[in-house]
């Protein structure tokens, strides 16, 4: 195994181990489910991680027409869709104890299930098309189009409306990295959760990979 | 320069003279509006500020798609070969992004009208309303048309365009229904300004994607 996958399960043990057992600041009603924080937020940040370096391979496709391009860009978007739903969750059971709802219309929880929306609708133009070339182009050109929207969106709007989340309309500083929360023991765990997971979600994607490329080499359907 | 403007505009008026030669799709889409405003107010009566508003902005999701659905359709593909081989692809994107925006601001306006006679005038600020609704129909156009180019290359459907398109467009449909919301009522609210800024900004972006990603869904 390669040094950053030992890395990935020490960092993650690390996070479970330490996100459990530390003191954590009294922030309103959240008491101790804000130790969701070291699950919920790195969710968020590896879905972007993902998901850029599948942009990053959209425009290497539309580069240079190689076909493994296309692939890894189809895989890392695939993993973005996991961990998207997975932030989702993490959120929804979260929002039920201290919101009151699963799901309350939040501006961020809206922006997570139009990504979902989008990304769903990016494979469902991968299925609609045989032609192996064909797809791989116009997939790319989807694939660069929604990011760019999906981007602005994700990160303007939730700031511009009222959210329940810490960042919207009237709080200051950017949410999630800077929130006064994390001015405590938390950043000793929240920021290699940050590396943790996402070494982990660019992981699970290499092992897709080796499994689509075999299968394309032979093939065989994947 | 001058030579992509001359381009853009050929391809401008030939667009222009096919619609009004054929008469087909312009009618179409002018009837297809009428009948859905008319089936709405049938089925909702008049309703109240909100929901009119919100009633109004998914007429116009529908009235784009099915507007802009049909530009891409009617070339065959030995003509495309021919416009590759006289104008640029993103002279002939522009001129598609400027035709489709002018038809949707027009059905825009004529919604707009066929609204107010049918479904009730809940408006406190209508010339506030009707440049929102103009900004609107050119935004929803520029992204359906880009849309419909690239689900005129997958096996075209209409069904695909709503796909795609739909949660591209949330956004934009959000950002519009807030500052059309301003029109209803008598107290002046915060942020219309800069949400039309962030509007236009949003346009912007999507007209500087069509016209670079449009170069790689022209080849063939």
């Not at chain 1, 879905?47 to 296309?70: A, G, H």
Request: glycine letters at 8%.
């Amino acid at each position: 195994m390669r040094w950053w996958k030992f890395l990935t399960v020490a960092l993650l043990l690390y996070t479970y181990i330490g996100g459990l057992l530390i003191t954590v600041p009294d922030v309103g009603n959240l008491q101790h489910t804000i130790r969701n924080a070291f699950f919920h937020i790195p969710m968020w940040t590896t879905q972007f991680i993902v998901l850029t370096i599948s942009l990053v391979y959209s425009i290497k496709y539309l580069r240079k027409p190689k076909i493994n391009n296309d692939i890894y860009a189809f895989e890392f978007a695939k993993t973005g869709i996991v961990f998207g739903s997975l932030g989702l969750i993490t959120g929804m059971e979260w929002a039920n104890f201290t919101w009151g709802a699963a799901w309350s219309n939040d501006p961020k929880q809206l922006g997570v299930a139009i990504a979902l929306l989008i990304y769903l609708a990016y494979f469902v133009l991968r299925n609609s098309m045989t032609d192996i070339d064909k797809r791989a182009r116009i997939s790319a050109v989807y694939n660069i189009f929604a990011y760019f929207i999906y981007i602005p969106m994700i990160l303007i709007l939730p700031r511009m409306v009222e959210s329940l989340h810490p960042g919207g309309k009237g709080v200051e500083g950017n949410p999630g990295f800077n929130g006064n929360d994390l001015n405590t023991a938390m950043k000793w765990v929240i920021r290699p959760a940050y590396i943790g997971w996402a070494l982990l979600g660019i992981w699970i994607t290499t092992l897709r990979l080796r499994l689509h490329l075999y299968a394309e080499k032979n093939q065989i359907a994947v | 320069m001058t030579a992509s403007i001359l381009h853009i505009a050929a391809l401008l008026r030939k667009d222009i003279l096919l619609e009004i030669r054929q008469q087909y799709t312009f009618y179409g889409i002018l009837l297809y509006v009428a009948s859905t405003i008319f089936v709405l107010y049938l089925a909702m009566g008049q309703p109240e500020s909100t929901v009119w508003n919100g009633l109004f902005w998914m007429i116009q999701l529908f009235i784009c798609v099915n507007a802009v659905a049909k530009s891409f359709l009617q070339e065959s593909s030995g003509r495309m070969l021919y416009y590759y081989s006289i104008a640029g692809a993103r002279d002939y994107i522009l001129s598609k992004l400027i035709f489709n925006a002018g038809l949707m601001i027009l059905m825009s306006l004529t919604s707009l009208l066929l609204f107010r006679l049918l479904m009730g005038d809940p408006l406190q600020h209508p010339w506030k309303f009707t440049g929102t609704v103009c900004l609107g129909g050119f935004s929803l156009s520029l992204v359906f048309t880009f849309l419909s180019a690239i689900a005129a290359r997958a096996r075209q459907n209409a069904a695909m365009i709503a796909i795609l398109g739909f949660p591209l467009i949330i956004p934009q449909i959000l950002l519009l229904m807030r500052i059309s919301n301003d029109a209803f009522s008598d107290v002046i609210q915060g942020g219309f300004m800069l949400m039309s800024l962030v509007l236009l900004g949003l346009d912007l972006l999507v007209i500087a994607l069509a016209i670079i990603l449009f170069p790689f869904l022209w080849k063939d």
